[in-house]
């Protein structure tokens, strides 16, 4: 069974630092593009950043940009979401997906997806 599995949420200050893990079983990451995604309570679900199966495509979110880096490591099938400068807006569930070859921003053109990761952060 297909597994996405996200790592690295929790609590930190306004102006800390996160770092998300997207890990694949099964499911070999390099032919997928993923994109991260987050929901905060009462809100929609948000693309945050996507890369291409090759990370020659990048993509991010204006409220996320120039804080936030997407990153792949295919040798250990895993995406990286590296948060900087967190801000309290942040606040949210981020879930990885996954489709083949390129990020798009809708949602409903993921194939697989994760059980979530909370991101909390404090003022």
């Known amino acids: 069974q297909v597994q996405l599995v996200e790592s690295g949420g929790g609590l930190v200050h306004a102006g800390g630092s996160l770092r998300l893990s997207c890990a694949a079983s099964v499911l070999t990451l390099s032919s997928y593009g993923i994109g991260w995604f987050r929901q905060a309570p009462g809100k929609e679900r948000e693309f945050v950043a996507g890369?291409?199966?090759?990370?020659?495509?990048?993509y991010y979110a204006d409220s996320v940009k120039g804080r936030f880096t997407i990153t792949r490591d295919n040798a250990k099938n895993t995406v990286y979401l590296q948060m900087n400068s967190l801000k309290p807006e942040d606040t949210a569930v981020y879930y990885c997906a996954a489709r083949l070859g390129i990020w798009v921003e809708n949602y409903d053109a993921y194939y697989y997806w994760g059980q979530g990761t909370q991101v909390t952060v404090s003022s």
């Open positions: 890369i291409s199966w090759s990370g020659g495509s990048l």
